[in-house]
């Protein structure tokens, strides 16, 4: 098997890693500075296995060759001192179909910081074929790197635990999520399912194109490759893993060094769930044979929101955004998608806002009990944060369905659709 790939640079070095349990996060220097790089298993104890090694071009370009397939692998930049510059997570040493070489994510801040969250996870209890790398790298980006990378020691190893104690709460709220929605689909599953759509990623982001449009290519060919879930299912599952995400930031995280990594955290996650969330209302819609006007209301909307989440520079900016478009989706009126689609009037306006009202009441009390849970949850373990944020949206969802639906009788055979569109308004980026 062959794995090829590039050491980059980045924007500020570390010069301790993996190894001896310092982050190490690239930057400025790391290509010229690595000498080698190495592939490795990580085990159960959370340390390293070696599996092969290989020189390092004076273009940063490495080709590895191992004896044996392999998944969920870390490759490592070392300096001539041994010591871990960069890193970065290889999900699976296949290829892309219809190629016989795989190609590595470039090491930089974002991959190295990806790879350490991946080891602290195993180090913590996960099991190291269990963990979602594939969904865990779609968690983090380059803002949270930067954040990490600009903490000192100790504050930084604190802010990896906490995002592998994050992303662990998620995963498991995501497979919660399904299964209360009565779709059986396992972690393994979810990762296998996007081995494929990871390794053109990688290729892509290797070959320097946009980033952007990789990452929309990958998310699409995610999604295409899940069909036992729908875009419904997949919304509310990420908006419950969105929540036990930064509720697991926040208990670690809430105040001094950390406050910027909470930051870029809750951008990184109201930025995964507005993508499931538009491709919610886009099926929503078309299944409900919505007018052209209304789909094209619909993705203005979205449109804006993706923008906005793009130029964010706090949670609050972020949480704005997302207030915005929850209006322009249910709660602005008959001006709304929502109203729009139902076809309000002056004569049925007031069944609409009763709906609006019924749905608001409901997100006030699931606004009410997530903050109990944060406050009560601390460091609470995956398994007890995502049953405590699961039960919450399921007595929400029952809550708006109950209140909402009756009141939307008026509509006909459309009530359903506003009832499911008011759902994802009152219920999305929950905790703002």
Do not use: C
């Amino acid at each position: 098997m062959k794995v090829r790939g590039h050491v980059t640079n980045g924007g500020g070095q570390q010069s301790q890693g993996l190894v001896d349990g310092a982050p190490a996060l690239g930057g400025d220097g790391t290509a010229s500075a690595t000498t080698t790089v190495r592939i490795s298993r990580v085990v159960t104890s959370g340390d390293l296995t070696t599996l092969a090694e290989a020189d390092v071009a004076a273009d940063g370009s490495y080709t590895l060759d191992l004896d044996d397939a392999g998944q969920r692998l870390i490759i490592e930049a070392v300096n001539k001192s041994g010591a871990t510059v960069g890193s970065a997570l290889l999900d699976s040493t296949e290829p892309p179909s219809g190629q016989d070489v795989r190609t590595a994510p470039p090491i930089t801040s974002e991959s190295s910081l990806e790879a350490e969250v991946f080891v602290q996870m195993v180090r913590d209890g996960d099991a190291p074929d269990g963990v979602d790398t594939v969904d865990l790298r779609a968690r983090l980006n380059v803002e949270q790197a930067t954040a990490v990378r600009g903490q000192l020691k100790e504050t930084a190893t604190e802010s990896v635990e906490a995002l592998a104690a994050a992303v662990s709460a998620a995963q498991a709220t995501r497979i919660k999520a399904y299964a209360r929605a009565g779709v059986v689909v396992t972690q393994g599953q979810l990762f296998s399912a996007s081995l494929d759509a990871a390794a053109k990623l990688d290729a892509a982001l290797d070959a320097g194109g946009q980033a952007a449009e990789a990452y929309d290519a990958f998310f699409a060919a995610v999604r295409a490759a899940t069909p036992q879930t729908s875009d419904t299912q997949d919304q509310q599952a990420e908006r419950e893993a969105s929540v036990s995400y930064r509720m697991a930031v926040e208990a670690r995280l809430s105040n001094g060094a950390g406050i910027a990594v909470t930051d870029a955290s809750v951008r990184a996650a109201a930025a995964l769930e507005a993508r499931a969330t538009e491709a919610a209302v886009k099926a929503l819609l078309q299944g409900a044979s919505a007018a052209d006007t209304v789909l094209a209301q619909a993705n203005t909307a979205a449109t804006a929101l993706r923008a906005s989440l793009s130029s964010a520079t706090s949670a609050s900016t972020a949480a704005t955004a997302w207030t915005a478009y929850d209006a322009q989706l249910a709660t602005s009126g008959n001006a709304s998608v929502m109203g729009v689609q139902l076809g309000v009037t002056s004569s049925n306006q007031l069944a609409f806002d009763s709906a609006v009202h019924a749905g608001a009441q409901a997100g006030a009390t699931l606004e009410s009990t997530l903050g109990t849970v944060l406050e009560q949850s601390g460091k609470a373990s995956a398994t007890v944060l995502s049953e405590a944020v699961v039960n919450a949206f399921t007595t929400y969802d029952a809550a708006v369905r109950g209140g909402a639906t009756a009141t939307l009788t008026a509509f006909g055979a459309k009530a359903t659709t506003g009832v499911e569109l008011l759902i994802i308004s009152e219920g999305s980026f929950r905790l703002r």
